[in-house]
């Protein structure tokens, strides 16, 4: 399934889009964009058609978020599938305009490892600032990342990107669409103004799947069909905050593989808030073992996270 919208889900049917709804047998599952589903019904996908999803196949991978800016439920938060089945998240962050925030990075890297999908930093707008600092920051981590500005071609990012079904997540105004648009020629993503962060101005409102143009492919011809094995890139609206409520205090450490080693001189139980003074994270700092910005970002984020709960 590569979009919805308003209860009308698209899927890609080896190249062609059929417009589908869902049928009663899903009952309260929810079909979310990656999804692959089993169809019934009408597969012409002529105009004014509509199949039926009738089934949702088993999900590779789900990258979930915890959004705490929904008051409407009784918990006034709710957890939300991002996407199904990608294998590579690339958090999207620009250099400047508006600035990274390596909070909120960290917290896309403790989901990434929670949901099993390799990271890749994608740092944007390289012609308005320097990545050294940002950088330095993730110097102790083996982060895959790449640099893109609009005067320099984007093979490095394709590269990466090539077999793969990588979702873009990042702050609203980051560049996201903008990449999009300059990978999947007919793609026709809007792209916004940057707006301050926080206020709510989203350019992309909602997910979706595109398929990867195969330079190869197209050269020869081939058909949309035979294009989908170059891989799958999915937009996604600009977020906030990545909420991490359904991740427990034990993952959100292996969000840190430069910290999660030094776990193993903890005490027992230790809960790693370095309260007690005797956490093996403190010693690895201590030791010039890991940046020191580190472990106070992992203990932001725990801090962060039993207020959540
Ligand atoms: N200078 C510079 N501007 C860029 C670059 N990439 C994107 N922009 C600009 O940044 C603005 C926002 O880009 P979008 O692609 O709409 O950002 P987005 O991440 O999709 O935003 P949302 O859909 O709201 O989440 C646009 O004005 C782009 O032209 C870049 O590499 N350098
Ligand atoms: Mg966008």
Redesign the pocket.
Known sequence: MVAVDRGRYTVDLAGRQLLAMRARELGRRGVVVGDRVALVGDLSGAAGSLARIVRIEERESVLMRTADDDESTPEGRVERVVVANADQLVI?S?LA?PPPRTGFIDRCLVAAYDAEIDPLLCL?????AGPDEILSYYADLDLPFVL???DADLAPLVEELAGRISVLV??????????VNRLVPDAD??????SAIGKGR???TSAVALPLPDAAAQLVGAAPSQRSSAGWII?T??ISSFGLAHVSADSLLHGFPDLVQASVNCPPNCDHTGSAGDCGLDALVAAGGADPRRLASFRRLLASRSGEN
């Open positions: 999207v620009a305009d944007t707008k390289a012609d308005l893109t500005r609009p990042g702050h609203s105004g980051v560049g996201k669409s903008t990449l993503r809007r792209v916004g103004e940057v989203h350019t992309s937009d609206p600009g």
